[in-house]
């Protein structure tokens, strides 16, 4: 107790009030949040400021200051506001910010320590930038992407719902009045009709039952490692995503590589990064293999996941010693057939979306008319 009251006190904290932990679970403290969380685009826009004002000679204290009444986020300026006092008393940008895990990555931090040590914080500053700039822009095209296809794909459904729900029965109330008997697909769609209306409450409970089966099987490793690497072998979309996690471990690694970080702690800090169990252990297995004195192209090249160009170009620039000019390239290379894809994805799925609107109103306006013509049959036969 005395050790832990010297160690408050040293960082300027005093022991007000000391209480026992409730035992009852009902009445233990949970943590609802890891701490305060920040936007993306928030994000890019304070590292770009910070590198900007400290390349033009402004200290970075001075700098967090000035972005404390630029920033508009409450929570974010608190933690501007923390890292200038705690930089005032001594620590470092690296030490400030780690303090801020939820807000300031592990890159982040392992990035700016390496350019404190080298000298290089300028730019180190001005490439984390560029690359959660890079980041935001790619995650930022994937939304206007998939933006259309989702509206399409509501729109459908609402329409389709009121169509079977409130126009169709009306539409075929008559007929079934005068004794005709409806075609098949009217009376299945009258009964999907009837069952909305009686159990429309339900209808949001495959979805949750969806969601919470996909939460439990990703919450043991084989059931995250099964789908994430089922994801990346869909077409089209796999090969998508495997690009956009190549650029984003090229792009932190090559940044890690020219800031001096050790190559092990590279692997540790872009395995968590890449977003995806099966990328994820490969870059582990490279860990693995690395330690042993192994290249970090062989883990690479044994997985069918990783395109062959990717694999030799990361030899290359082992035996070469310029592997962080060339994870550069790759990332480049990454990122231009990731838009490329995105690009062919949105044109692909738009002119779907729509076929596929216009198949299944279609059918209902088809269930609709059916009677009609069947009426129209009896009549011109009687005549």
């Given at each position: ?112 320590r390496a350019g404190e040590a080298s000298g ?90 969806t969601a919470l089966l996909y939460k439990l ?12 690497y089922t994801l990346l072998r869909i077409p ?148």
């Amino acid at each position: 107790m005395r050790a832990a009251a010297e160690k408050l006190r040293s960082d300027g904290l005093w022991i007000v009030r000391l209480s026992k932990p409730a035992l009852e679970f009902l009445n233990r403290a949970v943590p609802l949040t890891g701490g305060p969380k920040v936007k993306l685009e928030e994000f890019v826009v304070c590292c770009h400021q910070l590198a900007t004002l400290y390349r033009a000679g402004i200290s970075l204290v001075d700098a967090l200051q000035i972005m404390v009444w630029q920033t508009q986020g409450r929570d974010f300026r608190k933690v501007l506001r923390q890292m200038a006092y705690d930089m005032q008393m001594g620590l470092q940008l690296s030490e400030a910010a780690a303090k801020h895990p939820s807000v300031f990555p592990d890159v982040y931090v392992s990035m700016v320590r390496a350019g404190e040590a080298s000298g290089k914080l300028d730019e180190i500053l001005m490439r984390l930038a560029a690359q959660y700039e890079k980041d935001h822009n790619t995650r930022a095209k994937m939304r206007s992407a998939m933006m259309y296809p989702a509206f399409l794909g509501m729109l459908t459904v609402v329409v389709s719902i009121a169509l079977v729900t409130f126009i169709l029965p009306r539409f075929v109330s008559s007929f079934q009045g005068a004794g005709a008997e409806l075609p098949a697909l009217t009376r299945m769609l009258i009964g999907l009709s009837d069952a909305l209306k009686h159990t429309w409450f339900l209808l949001p409970l495959p979805v949750l039952l969806t969601a919470l089966l996909y939460k439990l099987i990703r919450s043991q490793p084989k059931g995250r490692y099964a789908i994430d690497y089922t994801l990346l072998r869909i077409p089209v979309l796999g090969p998508l995503r495997i690009n956009q996690m190549l650029s984003r471990f090229s792009r932190t690694f090559g940044t890690l590589h020219i800031a001096a970080v050790p190559v092990l702690k590279i692997l540790s800090i872009t395995s968590s990064v890449v977003g995806n169990e099966a990328i994820r252990r490969i870059v582990t297995d490279a860990y693995e293999r690395v330690r042993k004195g192994e290249p970090i192209a062989d883990a690479f090249r044994e997985s069918p996941l990783i395109p062959p160009m990717v694999s030799h170009m990361i030899a290359i620039g082992e035996k070469s010693g310029a592997l962080d000019t060339v994870l550069d390239r790759i990332a480049e290379h990454c990122e231009s057939v990731a838009d490329r894809t995105s690009d062919r994805l949105k044109s692909l799925l738009e002119p779907l979306m729509i076929l596929g609107m216009a198949g299944i109103v279609g059918i209902i306006v088809m269930a609709m008319f059916l009677p009609v013509f069947r009426m129209m049959d009896i009549t011109r036969s009687m005549g």
